[in-house]
């Protein structure tokens, strides 16, 4: 016979999980009372949400399950955002939560909530465990179900007297869920036919999501971009799934992507989607999205196939074994592509329209600050962001080179989630250089980790783009609604200098333009936390741009 | 257009509310639903009828096949299949209505399952258009309560 709490323990380091993001609470106690001598490191966080977005952090800079744990009630509703997060942008996290004794469900207990019922729409699926003889198997389908086809969170709901409670069951050896076989393995004639395709392009353009990074195919992108020389354009999921500093690279597609990537994805005849869903912010207005090509979708979920875009040949599958066999076949019918053409014209496009902005005495840029980070780190840093203009300078000014590299909010669009997804990525990666590039507003919405920071000494660097604005909303404003600034002024900002400093962590704020380079230098080398505000142009705004619902080549290009 | 779509389930708490937490939050309109057990009892068949344009309709079997506890999804209209309804109807009868309603019981193939002075309950089990239908012939003579339980399906052969 073992224990509920045993079996919990048991079945996470099965699953060779290292650490856990958690909050303690009242019927998490017997889980906390094993935890305390168990070989897991615990982390605790300042506030739930914080603990779901480190756990997602933790899962998109490792490619591991992600772990994050909370009390019944008000800790189960606070991971909300944070699985909402992880399950728009299929991020591979398991969220334990504490739930009132069974006999209690229902009955509207202390600190009780249907967080079953309340996450059902944000998980990609979730356990209430009602039989101890049932917590085995459920742990095991939750890390399975969260890592394996498209990715994304599974909540197990635990209460107190199931933890208590002793069973004879053993874990299963496999796993067996009938209504859950994902497809791996692309259809051998779809993918011929995509082949086809290819080998008549004139003016092919390869489109990468988020997918190509989960799915680790980053070297057959390349491999096929360079065989064929076929121009690269990515979402903000993508980013760091074909290096950013490639000839063949365009930039980000989309409502802030670059002109060239934009005008590419428009005159293009074949487009080819790998692990990319079609988003809103990528194709601007649908009717008019990439009006001349055929349409190849490589996914592995069905349903992002045709919800979106009518394609010609979607090939559903892992994108690693589909570009696998793909490139196969491509080489054996000796493929030869002449895109010289085609590429000169979108040289063109990238000269006519480079990414800039506009120098101005006596203000500090964002972008300026974003391409110094860029130069200072030389391309290596693990860059997290916030949401917002933050998010966009970030994605535009630095040049991603490697996958899991850049960990963003992109589905949700979570502000908050920079700082506690820095210190999940620091956790996943201790030596390496991890940045939350931050804004003003969202670094307040979980600014209480800086605790977290100084308690484990993790020397995460945020570097807090600060322009005392809701910067994005703002730039909307300005631009649509006749600079109306409703409740996107936050003049009455705190020092975030010296609210790091008040965390015991050191914090330092400039405002000089001829202060960035140093400051930098200074935050960047040094040795633990470091918080550095800079106060930036507060009217600053993210070029170029595709208002709300315009096709992608009514690009604003401001006044850059 | 009107679809007729079969979803075998696994038979635990909570899967109900999966599905239909899925059509409302996105967006798709629901008409009817029908379920109960299979011949094997961890096993549940729902028939749900639903309105959309083929994008659409594609999009909710796709999005219905990535629920965990979903086995089978299966959209019958375009097969050859066999669609029921059970209708349950009380009236209003008089003397004078009487002689009327039965020979449309009759015409129908209903039956009449209860009677009283004032009432008299039908039960219909027929296809989904003709219990439309029968609704139809018997409106003017004043529904009392009316129960419908939503076609189900099964596919012919």
């Known amino acids: ?38 070989p897991i490191k615990h982390v605790l966080p300042r506030h739930e949400q914080a603990g779901a977005h480190a756990a997602d952090g933790y899962a998109r800079a490792s490619g591991k399950v992600g772990v994050c744990m909370a009390t019944s009630g008000p800790g189960a509703t606070n991971l909300v955002t944070g699985i909402a997060t992880a399950y728009m942008d299929s991020s591979p996290i398991v969220a334990f939560t504490g739930q009132v004794a069974t006999a209690l469900i229902g009955g509207d207990a202390f600190q009780e909530a249907d967080i079953t019922g309340i996450t059902r729409p944000i998980t990609k699926h979730n356990y209430l465990v009602q039989d101890v003889d049932e917590l085995p198997k459920i742990i095991a389908e939750a890390f399975y179900i969260a890592r394996t086809g498209r990715p994304g969170p599974v909540l197990v709901d635990l209460p107190k007297d199931i933890s208590l409670g002793q069973t004879e069951n053993d874990f299963p050896e496999q796993i067996d869920i009938p209504g859950y076989k994902p497809t791996i393995i692309g259809n051998k004639k779809q993918i011929k036919l995509a082949a086809e395709q290819i080998k008549k392009a004139k003016r092919p353009v390869i489109y990468i999501g988020g997918g190509v990074i989960i799915s680790n195919a980053h070297e057959e992108v390349k491999e096929l971009a360079e065989k064929y020389n076929i121009p690269v354009t990515s979402t903000l999921m993508g980013l760091g799934g074909f290096p950013g500093d490639h000839r063949l690279f365009m930039g980000m597609i989309g409502m802030h992507g670059t002109a060239a990537a934009n005008l590419a994805v428009h005159h293009c005849d074949l487009l080819i989607a790998i692990g990319a869903r079609f988003d809103d912010r990528v194709t601007g207005r649908t009717e008019t999205f990439s009006p001349h090509s055929k349409i190849i979708h490589i996914d592995i979920d069905p349903a992002s196939i045709y919800k979106i875009i009518k394609v010609d040949i979607p090939i559903v599958g892992d994108a690693k074994n589909i570009l696998e066999e793909l490139l196969h076949i491509l080489e054996e019918s000796k493929c030869e592509l002449n895109t010289i053409e085609w590429l000169n014209q979108i040289e063109k496009w990238k000269k006519e329209n480079p990414l800039t902005y506009k120098k101005q005495k006596g203000k500090i840029k964002p972008q300026f600050v974003v391409e110094e980070i860029y130069r200072l780190t030389k391309g290596n840093a693990i860059i997290t962001t916030e949401v917002g203009q933050n998010q966009m300078w970030a994605a535009q000014f630095y040049k991603f080179t490697k996958p899991r590299q850049f960990i963003s909010s992109g589905g949700l669009g979570t502000m908050g989630f920079g700082l506690p997804a820095a210190i999940g990525a620091q956790f996943a990666r201790p030596g390496e250089l991890v940045i939350d590039i931050a804004g003003d507003g969202s670094i307040q919405m979980n600014i209480q980790e ?19 604005y809701l910067g994005m909303v703002r730039q909307w404003q300005q631009l649509f609604f006749n600079k109306r600034y409703s409740q996107t002024d936050l003049h009455t900002n705190p020092d975030f200098g010296k609210v790091a400093e008040a965390f015991g962590i050191k914090g330092v704020t400039i405002k000089e333009e001829e202060e960035v380079r140093d400051a930098l230098n200074y935050t960047l080398n040094y040795e633990g936390p470091i918080l550095l505000n800079i106060l930036v142009d507060e009217e600053e705004n993210v070029f170029p741009m595709v208002p709300a619902g315009a096709s992608n080549i009514d690009m604003i290009r401001g006044d850059n | ?6 979803v075998l389930v696994e038979n635990k708490s909570g899967v109900l509310a999966r599905i239909a937490g899925l059509f409302a939050g996105r967006g798709y309109n629901i008409l009817s639903l029908a379920v109960a057990e299979t011949e094997n009892p961890n096993l549940s068949r729902m028939t749900i009828t639903a309105s959309g344009d083929d994008m659409e309709i594609e999009q909710i079997c796709k999005q219905l096949n990535k629920l965990i506890n979903v086995i089978k999804v299966n959209d019958v209209t375009v097969q050859e299949h066999i669609a029921r309804e059970l209708l349950l109807v009380k009236l209003n009868v008089t003397k004078e209505t009487r002689t009327s309603i039965l020979e449309i019981v009759n015409i129908f193939e209903a039956k009449v399952i209860d009677l009283t002075e004032n009432t008299m309950t039908i039960q219909a089990i027929a296809s989904p258009s003709k219990i439309s239908n029968l609704i139809k012939n018997l409106k003017n003579f004043g529904i009392k309560e009316l129960s419908r339980t939503g076609r189900i399906a099964i596919l012919r052969g």
């Open chain 1, 450 to 468: 800086l605790t977290t920071l100084k308690a484990h000494n993790l020397p995460v660097k945020i570097i807090v783009l600060n322009n005392n």
């Open chain 2, 1 to 6: 257009m009107l679809h007729t779509i079969t």
């Open chain 1, 1 to 38: 016979m073992k224990k509920g709490v045993d079996i919990f323990v048991e079945g996470l380091l099965r699953e060779g999980v290292e650490i856990i993001f958690g909050y303690p609470g009242g019927v998490l106690i017997p889980i906390y009372d094993r935890l305390y001598d168990a």
